[in-house]
């Protein structure tokens, strides 16, 4: 089967609502509001996969227990974390 090709105009308008979601994501005012794990790699910008690999490495940010199977990261602990990171660059 072949891989369907985008045109540009395509590719621009995924981008575009990539970008425009990425946004809704940013507005975390709150510093005790818990982002689940998807919320949390969409709004640093990386996949799930690259989120957990994160989230085991020692700096990652602590992480809280919301029942016995879900977790999330707080708004305030993330934005701590990012400051970590970009002050280490």
Do not use: H
């Not at 949390?40 to 799930?48: G, Y």
């Not at 879900?70 to 974390?81: K, P, Q, S």
């Amino acid at each position: 089967m072949a891989r369907r090709k985008f045109t540009k105009a395509q590719l621009k308008a995924v981008r575009a609502k990539r970008e425009a979601d990425r946004e809704t994501f940013t507005d975390y005012e709150n510093d005790l509001q818990v982002l689940t794990l998807t919320q949390w790699c969409r709004l640093n910008n990386f996949s799930i996969s690259t989120g957990q690999r994160r989230l085991r490495a020692p700096d990652a940010p602590p992480v809280i227990q919301i029942s016995d199977k879900r977790f999330g990261i707080t708004a305030g602990a993330n934005r701590v974390w990012q400051a970590r990171r970009t002050r280490r660059a």
